[in-house]
């Protein structure tokens, strides 16, 4: 592959000497004609793999019709996407938004809003917990509270008091007069694939019934059945009031997504919240797509199934390189592989393989592939970790060797 001399791309991103020219289902091809198989999905964005017929269809139709007309107007394909969601969920509304730190900021300001709007605006304060996080605007950094993310942007915005994660008397000290609510996420992602007990869900469930709180999850990445089921807190037996989705919504295309109850959604009247681009035209017929994909009969049925399949298989790798690799953990198909060697170390190995994984916090490095993955990918993945593995640990013989 060429380097160009110069990018002008803002350096924030560590890339890879590596790009794609096109995928098929799990699939990338380089622009150098080498293939790799795709367990990044786009960090859990291509729920549906690359260049899904069905979605390819939906845009391709789209594109003929309407890109843009604001909100200006009514948007009938709009309200289908928000009373499908709706229907499959708790939710009563949904905001539209580009991505997921802009539902995560619609979540925040509705939480705040409630109050506001019954008489209390004191009540502004967020709950958050440890190795979380919630996005990249200043709010969103905020809420996520890592001093690695927050540095050199000013004083953090307040309003957010971080505890640990499964700390429920911490969070007990934490609510005070001016508490508005409780931000989780089902499953931690960039937190290294971390989780609290289903008891420590529902004792937030009853901490917000009884302190008058909104209990808000995060589902940007746990969302659209990354863990066996079409969101989270479906497999937590616990309700939230306020819900953030974006990632898979549409299934490559950009757009976010904030769920709320008709009570905690009382304050949002119009002129309280908005996007010039939310609910595009195109975005919407990619989301839509998605679930008709989705919702079909056995869809999570599979997920699940090859879930259990690569947990299994991923299990057995670790038992027979205990030096390289310490544990397997997750929900669905986000599943994260607890390493010994530095987890960057083992994201190069594996894409040495032709495998592509991302890290995560606490050395994991995840698994994202997308749900329509089958057996033979899977077993095509273990096969590449495994290579991975021996190719690692003889790299670690050569340098004892030299030293």
């Known amino acids: 592959m060429t380097k160009s001399a110069t990018s002008h791309l803002l350096p924030v991103f560590a890339r890879a000497d590596l790009g794609f020219e096109r995928g098929e289902g799990a699939w990338l091809i380089a622009t150098n004609g080498e293939r790799y198989l795709d367990f990044t999905s786009g960090v859990a ?30 948007s009938p394909d709009g309200e289908r996407l928000a009373a499908r ?26 939480t705040r809003k409630y109050h506001a709007a019954k008489g209390h605006p004191e009540r502004y304060r967020i709950v958050t917990f440890d190795g979380a996080f919630h996005g990249r605007t200043l709010a969103t950094l905020a809420a996520t509270g890592s001093p690695k993310y927050l540095e050199g942007f000013g004083p953090p915005v307040d309003g957010f008091d971080q505890v640990l994660l499964g700390d429920l008397e911490a969070v007990k000290k934490a ?6 609510g409780i931000l989780i996420e089902p499953l931690q992602g960039e937190g290294g694939v971390r989780a609290a007990p289903h008891a420590f869900f529902k004792a937030l469930r009853q901490l917000c019934d009884d302190n008058g709180l909104l209990l808000i999850f995060d589902e940007v990445q746990t969302g659209m059945g990354r863990t066996g089921d079409l969101f989270a807190y479906k497999r ?22 904030c769920l709320a109850t008709a ?72 599943i994260g592989l607890k390493a010994v060697v530095p987890s960057g170390d083992l994201v190069t190995a594996l894409r040495d393989q032709k495998l592509l994984t991302v890290g995560a916090g606490e050395n994991v490095v995840r698994f994202l592939p997308p749900l329509i993955v089958t057996e033979a990918e899977i077993e095509e993945s273990v096969q590449r970790l495994e290579r991975a593995c021996v190719a690692l640990s003889a790299r670690q013989l050569k340098q004892a060797a030299g030293q």
């Open 85 to 110: 969601l709706c229907e499959a969920s708790f939710a009563d509304f949904v905001f539209f938004a580009n991505s997921g730190a802009e539902a995560m900021e619609c979540a925040i300001k509705i």
């Open 175 to 180: 609510i005070g007069p001016q508490t508005a």
């Open 263 to 334: 009570e905690a959604a009382a304050g949002m009247t119009p002129g309280s919240h908005g996007s010039t681009f939310g609910g595009n035209p195109l975005a919407v017929a990619a989301a839509n797509a998605v679930l008709d994909v989705m919702l079909k009969p056995g869809f999570f049925e599979h997920a699940q199934k090859m879930s259990l399949l690569l947990k299994q298989k991923l299990a057995s790798v670790v038992d027979r390189h205990p030096d390289m690799l310490a544990e397997v953990r997750g929900e669905g198909l986000l």
């Open 236 to 257: 937590l037996g616990v309700t939230p009031d306020v819900m953030s989705l974006a990632k898979a919504l549409g299934g490559g295309f950009p757009i976010g997504a």
């Open 45 to 74: 964005v291509n729920a549906l793999g690359h260049a899904h017929p069905h979605l390819v269809a939906a845009l391709q139709e789209q594109a003929t019709k309407l890109w843009h007309m604001s909100n200006l107007f009514k």
